[in-house]
């Protein structure tokens, strides 16, 4: 793959990972020439996703979409683009397993909601804040209080 740098030919492949169960893989590559270094992210290529918005409308499901708010959320927290991209790529290999090319915005809000809280609390709350729209302080404490009780279980 060219360098995307200085458009050299060749750039070396430095690390691989598995980014969910083999189902993709994230390179770090590096150019032997400028030395610039980039990720490139290898996966299945799938029938697209269908997402079912709130006022009915469906368009294609765009994991860039759903990273770039998770990156927002997860601004100066320690949860780290891997760990993003691994949660992008559970919730995609959850939708194919139903076998059902639709599915809704909120179920995917429930989704993304699920995995971050035990990654971050920070995060979580900024996540769900935008997307359940807290009406007002008290039901966004309440929703504190959860995940403050959903911790406690799961170290118990
Ligand atoms: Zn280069």
Redesign the pocket.
């Known amino acids: 793959m060219k360098?995307i740098?200085?458009s050299?030919r060749d750039t070396k492949v430095i690390e691989s990972r598995d980014v969910n169960e083999g189902e993709a893989i994230r390179r770090r590559r590096s150019?032997p020439?400028?030395g610039?270094r980039f990720t490139t992210y290898e996966r299945i290529e799938r029938q697209q996703i269908i997402v079912i918005k709130n006022n009915s409308i469906r368009e294609l499901f765009k994991r860039d979409k759903l990273l770039a708010g998770l990156y927002r959320a997860c601004e100066k927290t320690p949860v780290t683009s891997l760990q993003l991209e691994r949660l992008v790529a559970d919730i995609e290999h959850q939708i194919y397993a139903c076998n059902d090319q639709e599915v809704t915005t909120m179920l995917i809000g429930e989704m993304v909601m699920d995995r971050l809280a035990p990654l971050d609390e920070v995060a979580y709350v900024r996540f769900a804040s935008v997307y359940r729209r807290f009406k007002d302080i008290a039901s966004f404490e309440r929703e504190l209080l959860q995940i403050r009780e959903r911790k406690v279980k799961s170290i118990a």
């Open positions: 360098c740098q200085c050299s150019c020439d400028c610039f």
